[in-house]
């Protein structure tokens, strides 16, 4: 059981906006930056966001932001290659540990 | 560009010992906080270790902590995982990463991977 709580799964339609959250505590989200990555058919994640500054080379659909213990991942004009698992990560200083969400599978149907 | 490989997956016996190196380049390795995360087959991402730039702190998952030892060899561009007392649960690919700072913040680039399996 992880610390942090994503949906399993999200789907969406090419063009619309999804949004993935990933809840936590004041031991983490509400104290800590977080970060979100994408996994495509198990390859190396990439991460997509920093808190809610984008990575170079993430297009600008892709946008952050935090409210209290809980984070999100906006995905505005989703794309077929956008489809892929999400997964949150931040730290933790009750685990004195960096934690990962359990990852939501995003469907772009 | 930043290129992080790692090596020496394979096979490992139940108790047994293994070690994953990762080598870096293109960025100044001395200068940022590494890591190691697991992903056993079918599930998803699991955080195991951190090392600050320097190598002074250290920080465990309690899935690992007493049995693998994150090391780092800055003169080398290098990160070690000495992975003891294996478990068949131990089987996942390992990823090498690096953060965004000197200590534990978040992961700016990862690995390929290096699959471990421990089995009789």
């Known amino acids: 059981q992880s610390a942090l709580t994503q949906e399993a799964s999200v789907s969406g339609t090419v063009g619309q906006k999804v949004t993935l959250s990933c809840t936590g505590n004041s031991n983490n989200i509400g104290t800590y930056a977080v970060a979100w990555y994408q996994q495509i058919s198990h390859g190396p994640p990439k991460a997509v966001m920093f808190?809610?500054s984008l990575p170079s080379g993430i297009p600008d659909r892709f946008s952050g932001s935090k409210s209290g213990t809980t984070a999100s991942l906006t995905i505005s004009g989703l794309q077929p290659e956008d489809e892929a698992y999400y997964y949150c990560?931040?730290?933790?200083?009750?685990?004195?540990?960096?934690?990962f969400g359990g990852g939501t599978k995003l469907t772009v149907l | 560009e930043v290129q992080l490989v790692e090596s020496g997956g394979g096979l490992g016996q139940p108790g047994g010992s293994l070690r994953l190196s990762c080598a870096a380049s293109?960025?100044?390795?001395?200068?940022?906080?590494m890591i190691w995360v697991r992903q056993a087959p079918g599930k998803g991402l699991e955080w195991l270790s951190v090392i600050s730039a320097s190598g002074t702190s250290t920080y465990y998952a309690d899935s690992v902590k007493g049995r693998f030892t994150i090391s780092r060899d800055n003169s080398k561009s290098a990160l070690y995982l000495q992975m003891n007392s294996l478990r068949a649960e131990d089987t996942a690919v390992y990823y090498c990463a690096k953060d965004l700072d000197t200590v534990a913040t978040m992961i700016e680039y990862w690995g390929q991977g290096t699959l471990v399996t421990v089995s009789s």
């Open positions: 808190e809610n």
């Open positions: 990560l931040t730290w933790d200083y009750i685990l004195s540990a960096q934690v």
């Open positions: 293109g960025f100044s390795f001395g200068r940022f906080a």
